[in-house]
């Protein structure tokens, strides 16, 4: 999900930003059939960042019957020999037909990195940034079949298929990480606030709310995805740290964009408004890696 990245770079630059710190975002590259944009570089200090996407982290493979989704197969080479990895999951797995996720990047349409977070964020020329980050590309992750265990299927649970994906990722790690010197996170799931039932508002939805829920419990209780992470997790071999953010996220029903997201047609409270929620997030992720 795209928010930890555009939360975390003006978070970031404002912890090193320096005299002589120089900032630039690099034009994006293409690996694996996904794309990785460079976030920023920040000389005085060695350390860069990049946003993979990966919607499902299980591959997608075109082949003879169309698109395929592999639960059990995982290109990672692209995550290998990082610092810190922070994973994350779900948002797209219960979106079917057209609601897949299908992206299209060209001259006249900007990465939502660069509207949400270089425009508003750098210490330095927002026209110049902008420009550097334009490139022409086309990222598909619809799928038209699912493979389990070598069966070939036109679908199948999205749950139990999230399962799957989530135990396929786990053995990637146990298998591929050495985490002694990487350090391996997975973000919890982000919920989305449609149904008013959940808190006790009976058809309303995010729309027009103003304020958290009040008190330290959702009604609506866990996403069930929830515990498919936690059991993925919990069969490791390999230190991978949860950043548990479901609940603080599910009393947050005034944090989506709703009416007002711009790109998103209707009512949007699946994802979050910039400065919001994810901050939070990033902010849990800091104190952790100072832990």
């Known amino acids: 999900m795209r928010y930890r990245p555009s939360s975390s770079v003006p978070l970031l630059l404002t912890f090193a930003a320096s005299p002589h710190t120089t900032h630039h975002c690099p034009a994006f590259s293409i690996a694996c059939s996904r794309h990785v944009p460079a976030v920023p570089l920040v000389a005085d200090y060695g350390v860069s960042v990049a946003y993979y996407r990966s919607t499902y982290l299980v591959d997608i493979v075109q082949e003879s019957v169309g698109r395929v989704l592999k639960l059990d197969s995982i290109s990672g080479d692209a995550w290998l020999g990082a610092d810190v990895l922070v994973f994350n999951t779900w948002h797209w797995w219960t979106h079917t037909g057209r609601d897949q996720p299908y992206v299209l990047v060209d001259s006249t349409t900007l990465w939502p990195l660069a509207s949400s ?3 508003s964020s750098f210490p330095f020329s927002a026209a110049s940034l902008v ?4 490139l022409p590309f ?6 038209d079949y699912v493979e389990d265990g070598g069966q070939v299927m036109k679908d199948m649970d999205r749950l139990t298929a999230f399962s799957k994906g989530m135990s396929t990722w786990a053995r990637w790690v146990d298998s591929n990480i050495d985490t002694s010197r990487t350090k391996v996170y997975f973000q919890g799931i982000s919920p989305t606030h449609y149904n008013g039932a959940e808190w006790g508002e009976g058809s309303r939805s995010c729309a027009q709310q103003t ?3 009040a008190g330290s ?10 515990s498919a992470v936690r059991a993925a997790l919990g069969a490791m071999s390999k230190a991978v740290y949860l950043l548990d953010v479901t609940l603080l996220s599910q009393l947050r029903r005034d944090g989506h964009p709703s009416a007002y997201s711009g790109g998103h047609p209707g009512n949007d409270c699946s994802h ?3 400065a919001g929620v994810p901050d939070t997030w990033n902010q ?3 104190a952790s890696l100072l832990a």
């Open 272 to 274: 979050w408004c910039l």
């Open 211 to 213: 304020q958290p829920i």
């Open 138 to 143: 086309r990222f598909h992750s619809r799928w």
């Open 217 to 226: 419990a959702y009604p609506g209780g866990p996403v069930p995805a929830q």
């Open 284 to 286: 849990i992720l800091y």
């Open 117 to 119: 977070v270089c425009l």
């Open 131 to 134: 420009r550097q980050m334009i």
